[in-house]
C-alpha cells in the first residue's frame, strides 16, 4: 500500500482495506512532511533493514493477560497493520491533520479491531519482556494505552515521515521493540499458528538497539 496525502477540506474518501476514511483531495501547497493526528499509518521495525511491520488481529494471547496479540508481520500490503494516531487516554482529541509533536502523549488505535496498543507488566510470551497487546473497544482504554516518540537523531520538534524514532510507553517507560530473535514458529506456536512467521512484538527498557527504532511510511495521512 503506498502512502495517500488527505488535506482537510474538500471531503472525498479512501478505501484502506475494508474500510472507509473520510478525507480530501490533495493540494500541491501543502505540508507531506509529518505524521499527523488521525492519519492511519503502517510502523515499520527498522531491525533487519525494515522487513516487518506493526499488525494486529482478533487473535488472543494464550497467556499472560490474555489480551489481543499484537506482532511485527512481514506483510506490508495487510489492513491489519494500520494503525489511527490518536491523542492519549485522558486529554482533549488533537486536531485531525495536526502534526504529532515529539514527547505529546498519543494513542494507536487498531484499525481493524478498534483496540489500542497498549503495554504492562505481564510477560512478553517469548522474550520474558514485557508484553504488548491490543487493548479496549473503539479507542476507549485506559492509561496503558499512552505513547510518546522520540526522535533517534532528529532535532526537530515533529515527528517526520519516514524518520526514525523510539515508541516510549508512559506508564512503564519502556519501548517499543520487535526482534527476528523472537519469530512465531510451529515449535512455539503450534501446527495452526495464525502468526506463523510474524514476530513478537514487546517493551524493555534495556536498549536493544534497531530491533526498538521504528519508522512511519506507508499509510493515509491527514493535513490541514
Same mark, same amino acid.
Given at each position: 500500500?503506498?502512502?495517500?496525502?488527505?488535506?482537510?477540506?474538500?471531503?472525498?474518501?479512501?478505501i @484502506?482495506?475494508?474500510?472507509?476514511?473520510?478525507?480530501?483531495?490533495a493540494?500541491?501547497?501543502?505540508?507531506?512532511?509529518?505524521v499527523?493526528?488521525?492519519?492511519?499509518?503502517?510502523?515499520?521495525?527498522?531491525?533487519?533493514?525494515?522487513?516487518?511491520?506493526?499488525?494486529?488481529?482478533?487473535? &488472543?494471547?494464550?497467556?499472560?493477560?490474555?489480551?489481543?496479540?499484537?506482532?511485527?508481520?512481514?506483510?506490508?500490503?495487510?489492513?491489519?497493520?494500520?494503525?489511527?494516531?490518536?491523542s492519549?487516554?485522558?486529554?482533549?482529541p488533537?486536531?485531525?491533520?495536526?502534526?504529532?509533536?515529539f514527547?505529546?502523549?498519543?494513542?494507536?488505535t487498531?484499525?481493524?479491531?478498534?483496540?489500542?496498543?497498549?503495554?504492562?507488566?505481564? &510477560?512478553?510470551?517469548?522474550?520474558?519482556?514485557?508484553?504488548?497487546?491490543?487493548?479496549?473497544?473503539?479507542?476507549s482504554?485506559?492509561?496503558?494505552?499512552?505513547? &510518546?516518540?522520540?526522535?533517534?537523531?532528529?532535532?526537530?520538534?515533529?515527528?517526520?515521515?519516514?524518520?526514525?524514532?523510539?515508541?516510549?510507553?508512559?506508564d512503564?517507560?519502556a519501548?517499543?521493540?520487535?526482534?527476528?530473535?523472537?519469530?512465531?514458529?510451529?515449535?512455539?506456536c503450534?501446527?495452526?499458528?495464525? @502468526?506463523?512467521?510474524?514476530?513478537?512484538?514487546?517493551?524493555?527498557?534495556?536498549?536493544?538497539?534497531?530491533?526498538?527504532?521504528? &519508522?512511519?511510511?506507508?499509510?493515509?495521512?491527514?493535513?490541514?
Amino acid at each position: 500500500m503506498k502512502s495517500i496525502l488527505c488535506p482537510i477540506g474538500v471531503l472525498l474518501g479512501a478505501i @484502506v482495506g475494508n474500510f472507509f476514511i473520510p478525507v480530501v483531495l490533495a493540494t500541491d501547497d501543502m505540508d507531506e512532511d509529518y505524521v499527523t493526528c488521525g492519519s492511519a499509518i503502517k510502523l515499520t521495525n527498522m531491525e533487519n533493514g525494515g522487513t516487518h511491520y506493526l499488525s494486529s488481529a482478533q487473535h &488472543k494471547i494464550n497467556s499472560g493477560s490474555n489480551q489481543q496479540l499484537v506482532t511485527s508481520s512481514p506483510t506490508r500490503t495487510d489492513s491489519s497493520s494500520l494503525w489511527i494516531i490518536a491523542s492519549g487516554h485522558g486529554i482533549e482529541p488533537c486536531v485531525p491533520g495536526a502534526k504529532i509533536a515529539f514527547g505529546s502523549k498519543i494513542r494507536f488505535t487498531h484499525m481493524n479491531t478498534g483496540s489500542n496498543l497498549h503495554s504492562h507488566g505481564y &510477560k512478553s510470551p517469548l522474550t520474558n519482556n514485557q508484553e504488548v497487546t491490543g487493548f479496549g473497544d473503539d479507542g476507549s482504554g485506559d492509561a496503558g494505552d499512552n505513547w &510518546k516518540v522520540s526522535p533517534h537523531r532528529s532535532k526537530g520538534n515533529y515527528w517526520k515521515r519516514d524518520e526514525v524514532v523510539f515508541i516510549n510507553h508512559l506508564d512503564t517507560g519502556a519501548k517499543l521493540g520487535s526482534s527476528m530473535k523472537a519469530q512465531f514458529t510451529r515449535n512455539n506456536c503450534g501446527n495452526r499458528c495464525p @502468526v506463523m512467521d510474524h514476530l513478537e512484538v514487546y517493551s524493555a527498557k534495556v536498549n536493544h538497539g534497531a530491533s526498538m527504532m521504528w &519508522k512511519a511510511e506507508h499509510g493515509v495521512y491527514l493535513s490541514l
